[in-house]
């Protein structure tokens, strides 16, 4: 259903082809699937953090009616091959990471609360759970490696014993001449900054089927996943079973914000266990599971040491950062690698001349380090976070210097360090405009007279820069631009009946891409919205993708693929009836899905009987004109561009309980040209709300001791109704680079930018008492103890 | 994330309970409205053999008045204590605490009867109890006790319950319409368990000086706890913002909160003294406005 | 004795079938009913995800064993729409652009539901009361929370039967 009938679908608030589906209960998700003959799995996990797994006795498990198979290590050892996290695309290259190789099960110790140490396969999924209070296991403590200090700390046992250290990483990086600028600064400003452990978890957790066909000898896994193609590209090395012969199949997907991005090693001991027993097994789970396994994100460090001039201007930074990245690496992207994004990522829409870091990634006896909506949000949270420290220090307004810091659009320098080129940014706009809607000056006569009366308001501004995908360079040998992760395949065809099908690499799972590629597409060929069919989520179909959705790659990467596939479509249509109606091809126009003779509206040409001459009488068409229907294209971004904007929050803390009240947000964004705005919008809305949870409630939290303390929804506490304010969404004229392809990512700018807006704030609230905030979690407790109203904890 | 395998039993009247009560004793668990048990099933922290629902008695669901008392049958609801005209008129201070226990679908199923049974130490009915001096009425096959609120919250998540017996009755004695209620709490999301909760009454003599008081705190102690030094202090005292504040001084000055995720004892104790000062404050406002 | 028969009717329909006396509501509605619509979030009450109506009133189905709702008239997510024809508070969802990832919705849905034929003028702070017990990832709840306002508009405004 377009607004406007006869109008450009692209730009319009078109309703979601998904809705009908998901609002009244028919969406699949992967614990709605049901295969014949299915079994039901449960996994026994460690209880401690860290241990020497000495002995473990199933046989009692095995015995109780119902269960089918018990599986453990050594049944891993036997029937798989131990699995190198990322090594199938080669990240165990990268210089100075350290991948250990483990088996899906533990074999030789247990390295976290929550390792899966066996497998129960059983009739029901509550026969496989009592089965596990049966499983008696043999383990030896050994001392839990938790904070950062414990793995730098030589004296520390190893979690991999493959390695002579609990290091996972490190790195050193430096772009531009940094003596030069600490040489020049007129003042040197230190801050040590911290992003606590927060994770993703989508409402619905993870869960697989494996089922395995012995005739074909084919592997199938229905799972709910970011990236179908991914799966079976890292899955087969370990089971020994060609990729060709795994297809993963995934329907409806509730929620993945970069967790469900790769292989988990559940995978593996599901699709062990059903080669093993020619039985389809399910494993559903469940959200204890989910806090404590699935992943963890965002522990993060960085000591900085900021050149600046006396009004404020950032020349340089050197930087020292720290990322705690858990026990398991995450296969394909470990987390370790995403040190090196805190201060790759820094520079963002500033000036900054030159900057110097070194980075060291351990491991901990956690959960795995997961890539989670925007995993380099650290580096915007360090940026935007030090040009409020820089303006307290030196008594300036943050908005000015915000002002001095950010580049403006076509005045040098116009490349960052990174040699990325700073083309079209509207920071400087952004800022502008976000302030005049937040009316900035006018706060500060509210603020002072609030505080008049006790009551403490603060207002905190936020930008970012978002290379999704970031602009082309023209004179880089390669092109330089465009995609992460290579092109963007699509196919467009028309099927006999005249309708349209897009075949997507991308796997939506709340994105709404099948409506926003039909809208696309509808444009293109000028067919009805309601005749267009996205189809998805099949390995035996959709076109090869490392990944599919995540990284912010389907506003330009798929809707451009979609497009140019469309055109190509729309050319052979045009050839065909071209002939058909015997007029030339430029004479032709099509709306509606009708094709006619420009002038002549009598002439015309439906899609359906142009798609039956080509099936039933091709010799209609003369040599030369091609006889499928079908577009394809594989895209490779284009010219680009930059998404970014600046975010505005308002909060009132209230500093007798230490409660945060997040009374308005204001969003100013670039996004290029949004596809369907009401989708953008509620990609923004939906990140600055996973941020308003870092900042106020959200926190993976362990004990000193290494146990987890956030296994449950009364513990791991999310943003709910009552916690979010409406949000004010403004979009930002932008400046288009592509003669053809403006859409721009939009998925993780808002959790990129909004943690820094809400801690500012909360900063500029209470400034007066003296509080300055290093921290990104903030909860009422910790309120209180930066107001020294509680001792720290 | 499933319930482990039990027996159960569904009867539909308070004898055939207590029979079975009698007959598996500790080896049995209550149902009522399960808000509290299924998930405790759920994530096998509870592992009774036995569960006996007692939803299917039509003799405990009710809510009525009796001899200037509110009673309630065990298996009233929350949500329909909430919608009761008597709850709204003789009970400000239970109407104003209902609509903080979780959300409306946890209050459809939850019951008085079962929160006061379970006694979890930061639940909102248990203070309310123990604030107005309700008395439960509890039953075993060897006959009836009525307990006083003080001697039946024995702990946390203990209680003066023998092991055959069954909550049957909470009785609230109808509010002094001259008296000033007023129930606060904090907690992370609306909804939550409270970090901190205060119930509190405040009347006022014809001098325009404290004639009663309570204070209930929950959520840092074992138990609803009553500030009865602050309470003692208070008589006769002028209620002003001064008085308030040192009587909120006065009730946790010896509070030894526990610890967790959500926030440490010393912070738990400065905001009970918050929320004291603040429900006592409201309190006696209302007091003087039931007073005019 | 763990298993039992139970009769109840669900969307209408009434329905017989066997269950374990430890099966949840939200498994037994899912499982032996094949009425996938309800989900499960957390399965320990705290998500909304399974909330379905018993009896007219709004429930946790993953907390309510299904031999408890033996006699109950349950109604799911499935039991709205008329056809192709989404009932009125989905068609309002639908045109504020409410969900996206679609998991959690028919908790919303049913809380939402059980909210307006309750109140149909629920304000915006109403509406966030009530549906505070309903978590969602994806969206902020703001379109949710219009949608609701919309639904309940209609059924003043327009008679629209919620």
């Not at chain 1, 799966?231 to 199949?249: A, F, K, Y």
């Not at chain 1, 941020?691 to 004990?703: C, D, N, R, T």
């Not at chain 3, 017990?133 to 969206?139: H, P």
């Amino acid at each position: 259903m377009t607004d406007v009938i006869g109008a450009r679908s692209v730009g319009a608030r078109v309703l979601r082809s998904e809705d009908p589906r998901i609002l009244t209960g028919k969406g699949v998700y992967i614990d709605d699937v049901v295969v014949p003959g299915m079994l039901h799995a449960a996994f026994l996990r460690s209880t401690v953090p860290h241990g020497r797994l000495l002995g473990l006795d199933v046989s009692e498990a095995r015995e109780l009616p119902g269960v089918v198979a018990v599986y453990t290590g050594a049944d891993m050892e036997s029937r798989s091959t131990a699995g190198t996290p990322g090594s199938t695309i080669g990240m165990n290259m990268m210089p100075g990471i350290n991948i250990p190789s483990s088996y899906a099960l533990a074999t030789d110790k247990v390295r976290y609360v929550g390792d899966p140490i066996a497998l129960v396969v059983a009739e029901s999924r509550a026969v496989a759970e009592d089965a596990l209070e049966l499983i008696v296991e043999d383990i030896e403590m050994l001392d839990p490696v938790v904070t950062y200090a414990d793995a730098l700390d030589p004296s520390s046992p190893r979690i991999f014993e493959e390695f002579d250290s609990n290091i996972a990483m490190t790195g050193e990086m430096v772009m531009g001449d940094i003596d030069a600028v600490f040489a020049k600064a007129d003042r040197v400003i230190s801050a040590t900054v911290s992003v606590h452990r927060h994770q993703p978890v989508p409402m619905e957790g993870r869960g697989s089927i494996a089922e395995w066909d012995p005739g074909e000898e084919e592997l199938t896994i229905h799972t709910s996943t970011q990236s179908p193609h991914l799966v079976r590209l890292l899955m087969s090395p370990q089971l020994g079973i060609p990729m060709e012969n795994i297809r993963v199949i995934s329907g409806d997907v509730g929620g993945g914000f970069g967790l469900k991005m790769g292989l988990f090693r559940e995978d593996i001991a599901l699709a062990v266990a059903a080669v093993d027993l020619a039985r389809p097994v399910k494993w559903i789970e469940d959200r204890g599971e989910h806090l404590a396994t699935a992943g963890q994100a965002r522990e993060e460090m960085a000591e900085m040491e900021a050149a600046v001039t006396a009004d404020g201007v950032l020349l340089g930074l050197r930087m020292n950062v720290t990322l705690n990245s858990g026990a398991y690496p995450s296969d394909p992207f470990p987390g370790a690698m995403y040190v090196g994004s805190v201060s790759g990522s820094f520079q963002g829409p500033t000036r900054i001349e030159a900057l110097a870091a070194t980075s060291t990634a351990v491991f901990s006896n956690k959960s795995t380090y997961v890539a989670y909506r925007g995993p380099w949000a650290t580096a915007d949270f360090m940026r935007e976070r030090l040009l409020d420290i820089i303006a307290r220090e030196l008594d300036l307004d943050p908005l000015d210097v915000r002002r001095r810091n950010y580049v403006h659009r076509d005045e040098p320098p116009l490349a960052m360090l990174s040699g990325q080129l700073f083309l079209g940014v509207t920071t400087q706009e952004s800022i502008e405009q976000a302030a005049r809607i937040a009316g900035w000056d006018e706060f500060r006569v509210r603020q002072e007279a609030a505080r008049a009366e006790g009551r403490y308001l603060g207002l905190g501004m936020a930008s970012y820069l978002e290379a999704a995908p970031g602009p082309k360079n023209p004179d880089a040998p390669e092109g330089g631009g465009g995609g992460i992760m290579g092109n963007e395949m699509s196919h467009v065809s028309v099927e006999p009946d005249g309708s349209i099908t897009i075949i997507t690499q991308q796997h939506p799972h709340g994105q709404g891409h099948q409506t926003t590629l039909a809208q696309v597409a509808s444009d293109e060929l000028g067919v009805p919205f309601e005749s267009i069919t996205v189809r998805y989520g099949d390995t035996q179909f959709t076109p090869f993708a490392l990944v599919a959705t995540g990284g912010s790659r389907a506003a330009t990467m798929a809707n451009g693929s979609v497009l140019h596939a469309s055109r190509a479509l729309r050319e052979k249509i045009m050839a065909i009836a071209a002939e058909l109606l015997e007029a030339a091809p430029q004479d032709l126009e099509i709306q509606g899905g009708t094709i006619s003779v420009a002038g002549t509206p009598s002439i015309t040409l439906s899609f359906a009987e142009l798609a039956r001459v080509v099936a039933e009488e091709p010799d209609r068409l003369p040599e030369g004109v091609d006889r499928d229907l079908e577009g394809t294209a594989s895209y490779d971004g284009g010219m680009g561009g930059w998404s970014g904007g600046t975010h505005c929050c308002f909060v009132e803390v209230d500093i007798e309980t230490g409660m945060v009240e997040i009374q308005r947000y204001v969003v100013v964004e670039d996004c290029g040209v949004p596809v369907n705005p009401a989708i953008v919008e509620g990609q923004v809305r939906g990140g600055v709300t996973q941020a308003i949870g870092a900042v106020l409630l959200e926190q993976s939290a362990y004990s000193e001791d290494g146990q987890f303390l956030a296994g449950t929804f009364m513990d791991y506490l999310m943003p709910t109704t009552t916690v979010v304010p409406n949000f004010e969404i403004h979009h930002l004229e932008s400046v288009l680079l592509d003669p053809d392809v403006n859409f721009r990512g939009v998925g993780e700018g808002g959790m990129i930018v909004a943690p820094a807006a809400i801690v500012n704030a909360i900063e500029d609230a209470l400034v007066t008492l003296g509080v300055r905030v290093r921290e990104q979690h903030l909860p009422p407790a910790r309120i209180l103890e930066l107001l020294g109203t509680v001792p720290t904890a | 994330m499933k319930l482990p395998r039990f027996e159960y039993h569904a009867p539909d009247t308070l004898d055939e309970v207590l029979s079975l009560l009698a007959e598996h004793g500790d080896e049995a668990k209550v149902l009522a409205g399960g808000q509290s048990l299924v998930p405790l099933l759920a994530m096998r922290l509870a592992r009774p053999t036995q569960v006996i629902d007692v939803n299917r008695v039509a003799s405990l669901s009710t809510i009525e008045e009796r001899e200037s008392q509110i009673v309630f049958g065990a298996t009233a609801r929350e949500r329909t204590a909430e919608r009761s005209p008597l709850v709204r008129t003789q009970l400000p201070l239970l109407a104003e605490a209902l609509p903080f226990i979780g959300h409306a679908a946890i209050r459809t199923r939850g019951t008085i009867g079962g929160t006061v049974a379970h006694a979890d130490a930061s639940a909102e009915i248990p203070c309310v109890v123990t604030t107005l001096d309700g008395e439960i009425v509890v039953r075993s096959a060897g006959g009836e006790r009525t307990i006083a609120a003080p001697d039946f919250f024995q702990g946390h998540f203990t209680t003066a319950l023998a092991d055959d017996e069954c909550v049957v009755e909470v009785r609230l004695p109808a509010s002094d319409p001259r008296a000033g209620f007023a129930f606060q709490e904090i907690a992370r999301r609306h909804g939550d368990f409270a970090l901190v909760g205060v119930a509190a009454m405040v009347s006022l003599g014809a001098d325009g000086a404290i004639a009663d008081s309570r204070i209930t705190l929950m959520g840092v102690a074992d138990v609803p706890l009553r500030a009865r030094a602050a309470e003692a202090a208070l008589e006769g005292a002028s209620p002003t913002e001064e008085t308030f504040a040192a009587a909120a001084r006065t009730a946790t000055a010896d509070l030894r909160p526990a610890t967790d995720v959500h926030g440490s004892a010393a912070y738990r104790t400065h905001l009970a003294e918050v929320v004291v000062r603040r429900t006592l404050t409201t309190a006696a406002a209302r007091a003087r406005s039931a007073q005019a | 004795m763990t298993e039992r028969p139970i009769q109840l009717t669900v969307n209408g329909e009434a329905r017989e079938a066997v269950t374990d006396v430890r099966t949840s509501l939200a498994d037994f509605l899912r499982e032996r009913l094949e009425l996938t619509g309800t989900h499960l979030g957390c399965e320990h009450g705290v998500c909304g995800a399974c909330t379905v109506l018993v009896d007219g009133e709004p429930v946790r189905s993953c907390l309510m064993l299904a031999v408890q709702a033996t006699g109950a008239e349950v109604v799911t997510v499935e039991g709205l729409a008329d056809g192709d024809t989404l009932h009125p508070l989905q068609q309002a969802l639908m045109e504020t652009h409410a969900f996206q990832c679609g998991f959690c919705t028919p908790g919303f849905v049913m809380s939402a539901l059980a909210l307006l034929r309750d109140d149909p003028a629920a304000d915006e702070a109403a509406v966030r009361d009530e549906l505070s017990g309903n978590l969602c990832r994806c969206t902020g709840y703001q379109t949710i929370v219009e949608g609701v306002l919309l639904a309940g508009r209609r059924a003043r405004e327009e008679g629209a039967v919620l």
